[in-house]
């Protein structure tokens, strides 16, 4: 699986999906009142100690380049990571999730906001049927802190990949994780202090599996994109729910209801929908057969 078909790569975002749903599952096990701020340390760094294999991609002359946004995206990163803790506790994996995969439509909308950038008809049609999908699976009369905390986790997903754009362009992906996590370390020790939980194994065992699986998932991202346009599989990327709807029907008996399935297909479909349009137009111009590299890697 070499990620440089479209067939391998679209295999890859598969297995990769279902890596990060793994992720999911070692947050969604702990028990409840766990100690977040630990938790988020212990991933960060975990996440840093995978890393320092790949420590030859950082480049040290220009270690805190950008380090103002660096700083910021991880800091957006620490609350989006705190916000999904929290929403995978309270809410059922798939709810979670769902209101996760809403990261996509508040890019375009920040992107119009903050950029200009004009929307197509398409993309307006996805931003108001993925907030009206938002609202029936999460129901206004359901509505709790889980939910607010998912809100939060899309939220935050979104700002950081808006953001990227801002960071400096020939920084290798390697580079960008790192200076996260370093950045995010301090601020999630001090208040794992204030916090005051003594140690809990159980945290670790959760960290460290959060953090592998989380790992494995933007590796196969990495070789998914690289040969492969992003516009040609990046609706493989909604398998993640396939996965969760599964996953959490066999370990957490969650049957979702068809509320859950309405609301998931006015947030999915619009998005798959803009998805094939633009794989149209990359057909249309390329003949087909042979694609050019992606010009870039998720940061």
Known sequence: MSGKTVNSAILLLVIGNALALISDVFIKLLEPGA????????????????????????????????????????????????CMVIALGALPLATA?????????????????LFGEKLRPLSVFAVMSGFVGILMI??????NWGAVAALGSAAALAINAVMVRQLPRRQSTVHKLALTYVMILPTSAVFMVVEGA??????????????????????????????????????AEYTGLVWAVLIGWLY???????WFFLGTAM?????????????????????YHRHKPCPGTPG
Request: hydrophobic letters at 55%; charged letters at 10%.
């Open 35 to 82: 100690p977040v701020f630990q938790f988020a340390f212990l991933r960060c760094l975990i996440t840093l100690l995978l890393l320092l294999p790949l420590w030859k991609q950082v480049n040290p002359r220009r270690l805190f380049q950008g380090g103002k946004v660096h700083f910021i995206r991880a800091h957006i990163h620490l609350g989006g990571m705190l």
């Open 97 to 113: 999730n769902a209101v996760f995969y809403a990261a996509p439509i508040l890019v375009m909308a920040l992107s119009a906001l």
């Open 138 to 143: 999460l129901r206004p009369v359901d509505f």
């Open 198 to 235: 003594p140690l809990d194994p159980a945290i670790l065992v959760s960290a460290l599996g959060s953090s592998l699986f989380i790992l494995g998932y933007n590796v196969t991202v990495l070789l998914a994109y690289r040969q492969v346009e992003a516009n040609l599989v990046t609706s």
């Open 252 to 258: 957490f008996g969650e049957a979702p209801d068809l």
């Open 267 to 287: 947030i999915v479909l619009p998005l798959l929908l803009i998805g094939l349009q633009h794989r149209r137009g990359t057909l249309t111009k390329t003949g």
